[in-house]
């Protein structure tokens, strides 16, 4: 595969420069196998230290040589955080990323750093997941895979085909528009704002899910919300809750979202999952170990 990358790398040994030039996706990578640019930034720099003893001679393709040790790494860590997320208080979510239009506009990229679709990947084995991201995300061959996964490439054929089932079973059914996203989320706005739940409910699909995640840090439910009346009465709750808070839309993981300020500091991000147009999935980060990468633009690429 040709080597390509948004960063430049003037005036750096060889090493460097591939590893800068390549690093948005690297950290776009590690992010999608763990839902987490703590533990992604945390694979980079185990990355790099790997990558700067490697012979360049011996690399025929340095962007897919790094791929592949920054996916080993991922891999690893994300086996040590599946048994720490057992003893999460209450759901765990995604940490939300302040991503530029740029995502956006990129249909697939922006589909596959969204929170829906982190947690569908969420329900996938740690080997699944990687198969998946490098092959439906990012167009790895079997080849490049397999040694990234340490699996044969029939294997590696075998586990996408059984990792697209899964995710396509449980994916957002209809590709919302970011208009559909907005209207969405400022009914939401105007419910919290005005205390007019009615408006709310019309775009509520009966079966809605929300999850709050607060880490066990500040309040936040510790169940799945489930239905449109028990979410409602939710907003409600947040309502008296957040006053006076201010509600400011963003671009989150590549969709409109808001974000709730109390005093000036971010207390909330909420995004939402839409299928057929209406809200199946409300989603509430409360955590403030989850919040620092929505004050500036983290850069994702593919």
């Known amino acids: 595969m040709s080597e390509r990358g948004t960063d430049g790398g003037h005036g750096l040994d060889p090493a460097t420069e591939a ?16 839902g987490s640019a703590a533990d992604a930034e945390d694979v980079l720099q185990e990355t790099w230290m790997r990558w700067a003893g490697v012979d360049l001679g011996a690399v025929r393709d340095r962007r897919a040589y790094l791929v592949r040790i920054t996916t080993r790494q991922a891999l690893g860590r994300l086996r040590t955080l599946g048994r720490r997320r057992e003893s999460y208080i209450g759901p765990w979510l995604p940490e939300p990323l302040l991503t530029s239009p740029d995502v956006a506009e990129d249909v697939e990229l922006a589909d596959s750093v969204s929170t829906a679709m982190l947690l569908v990947l969420e329900t996938l084995q740690p080997t699944e997941r990687a198969v998946f991201v490098l092959r439906e995300v990012f167009a790895l061959d079997y080849d490049e895979i397999a040694e990234a996964v340490g699996k044969s490439p029939v294997a590696v054929r075998q586990i996408a085909h059984r990792a697209r089932a899964h995710v396509a079973a449980r994916r957002p059914r209809g590709s919302a528009s970011p208009g559909e996203i907005r209207d969405a989320l400022e009914a939401f706005r105007r419910a919290i704002e005005t205390g007019d739940l009615r408006r709310l409910l019309d775009i509520l699909a009966p079966d809605v899910v929300a999850l709050g995640d607060g880490g066990g840090v500040v309040k936040a439910v510790l169940t799945p919300m489930v239905g449109a009346g028990e979410v409602a009465a939710l907003v ?23 974000i709730f300020r109390a005093g000036g500091a971010i207390s909330t991000v909420l995004t939402v999952r839409i299928d057929d147009g209406l809200v199946t999935g409300l989603y509430a980060v409360r955590n403030p170990e989850k919040l620092s990468r929505v004050e500036r633009e983290v850069p994702v690429s593919r």
């Open 19 to 34: 590893f800068v030039t390549h690093r948005n996706l690297l950290f776009t990578v590690a992010y999608e196998l763990l």
């Open 236 to 258: 409600a709750r947040i309502r008296a809750a957040e006053a006076p808070a201010t509600l400011e839309p963003a671009q989150i993981n590549g969709h409109p979202a808001l």
